[in-house]
């Protein structure tokens, strides 16, 4: 329903949202569960986003789980959502307890391969684009930036063992 407003309108939402989901979390500190996703295009680059709310640091796609979503599932969704790429393989790599905001963040990080050229909405991305691990843009979360070595070697490990092979993933969290 929000596209029928025009981009710029619908930034200024988002911006305005986001600032009353951040202000709800320290005050409520949930429990919240989340993907991010670490798409890699032929060369072996990851794609990375911007976006119109937040920090405006380059970050990985990906986003809340819904209620029951499978981690995977929630991770191919936020990833076409938010760029219009596809994940041609999906593997669960990791389970990462974060805080956010003050809320308290189960980040499920899945990995995979996109065939597809990234395709920023001008909504909630304004910008996505690939990049080499050794030449990652400015600003990038430091946490992001110190943990995407261990996860590119778990990528190809992880390529390398489910090769053809169905995914599992492991249980996800009670909350």
């Known amino acids: 329903m929000l596209y029928l407003i025009p981009a710029p ?11 009353v989901r951040r202000r709800w979390w320290f005050v409520r500190r949930p ?4 993907c991010r996703v670490l798409a890699f295009d032929r060369e072996g680059r990851v794609l990375l986003v911007r976006h119109s709310y937040g920090s405006g640091a380059w970050m990985p796609p990906g986003g ?16 076409l959502e938010e760029t219009g790429c596809t994940l041609q393989w999906a593997s669960h790599i990791e389970l990462a307890e974060e805080q956010l ?3 308290g963040n ?10 597809d050229t990234p395709l920023a909405d001008g909504r909630e991305i304004i910008e996505a684009r690939f990049f080499a691990a050794d030449e990652l843009p400015e600003p990038m979360p430091g946490l992001f ?7 590119i070697t778990a990528a190809i490990a992880a390529r390398r063992h489910h090769a053809g092979q169905p995914l599992s993933l492991p249980p996800a969290p009670t909350a």
């Open 64 to 79: 809340g789980l819904r209620a029951g979503e499978d981690p995977l599932s929630a991770a191919q969704r936020e990833l």
């Open 101 to 103: 905001h003050g809320a």
């Open 106 to 115: 189960s980040v499920h990080v899945i990995v995979g391969d996109t065939l």
């Open 145 to 151: 930036r110190a943990r995407l070595p261990e996860w």
């Open 31 to 34: 429990r919240i569960s989340g």
């Open 9 to 19: 309108a619908h930034r200024v939402v988002l911006r305005l949202a986001h600032r």
